[in-house]
T-cell receptor
Framework: EAGVAQSPRYKIIEKRQSVAFWCNPI?????LYWYQQILGQGPKLLIQ????????DSQLPKDRFSAERLKGVDSTLKIQPAKLEDSAVYLC?????????????FGSGTRLTVV | QKEVEQNSGPLSVPEGAIASLNCTYS??????FFWYRQYSGKSPELIMS????GDKEDGRFTAQLNKASQYVSLLIRDSQPSDSATYLC???????????FGRGTSLIVHP
């Protein structure tokens, strides 16, 4: 089966600019996650979707970050305006059922550099 | 706050040796434990999961869990240079679908 697709792979922007990342999960996977991984740290959950509804966005900085998953398939994560500390890899993951006790599959990630 | 602690390393071992990676966690009700491997510039890849006390073996990898000590480890036998990567420990509590990740341990296997 095809994996989790993400684009772009790399993005360099200036602070205060806006940026958007795209994720296409594994076909049929109802649950989608966005993680932020700062260099030298483990992934930190930003938001979890179940179909097109938000399950957990408690760690999403809502003053600048937004995410949507229209139609319960693809998802977009946006940052506006970006700050230097937003430089990180943004990982998307999906799973067929969050209640199943499995690890999940990550996409290749988008590496964001804010200068 | 749930915490997962790992020594950031790097842990350096010679080729053919056993690499031992350790992880401790703070939440006593944690039920599921995962090890991910992350090559530089790549996304994390699940390599092992363990749910019960004791050892679980998969090829050259062995995961060990001790819930009383809140400790989980990963042993890599016959280490190869291709095992050089960062190993992330992730822990999930029974009441949550979301695992908490440690910061990872960098492993270097030198020829």
């Amino acid at each position: 089966e095809a994996g989790v697709a993400q684009s772009p792979r790399y993005k360099i922007i200036e602070k205060r600019q806006s940026v958007a990342f795209w994720c296409n999960p594994i076909s049929g996977h109802a649950t989608l996650y966005w993680y932020q991984q700062i260099l030298g740290q483990g992934p930190k959950l930003l938001i979890q979707f179940q179909n097109n509804g938000v399950v957990d966005d408690s760690q999403l900085p809502k003053d600048r970050f937004s995410a949507e998953r229209l139609k319960g398939v693809d998802s977009t994560l946006k940052i506006q305006p970006a700050k230097l500390e937003d430089s990180a890899v943004y990982l998307c993951a999906s799973s067929s059922n969050p209640g199943l006790d499995y690890g999940y599959t990550f996409g290749s990630g988008t590496r964001l550099t804010v200068v | 706050q749930k915490e997962v602690e790992q020594n950031s390393g790097p842990l350096s071992v010679p080729e053919g040796a056993i690499a031992s990676l350790n992880c401790t966690y703070s939440d006593r009700v944690s039920q599921s434990f995962f090890w991910y491997r992350q090559y530089s510039g790549k996304s994390p890849e699940l390599i092992m999961s363990i749910y019960s006390n004791g050892d679980k073996e998969d090829g050259r990898f062995t995961a060990q869990l001790n819930k009383a000590s809140q400790y989980v480890s990963l042993l890599i036998r016959d280490s190869q240079p291709s095992d050089s990567a960062t190993y992330l420990c992730a822990v999930k509590s029974g009441g949550s679908y979301i695992p908490t990740f440690g910061r990872g341990t960098s492993l270097i296997v030198h020829p």
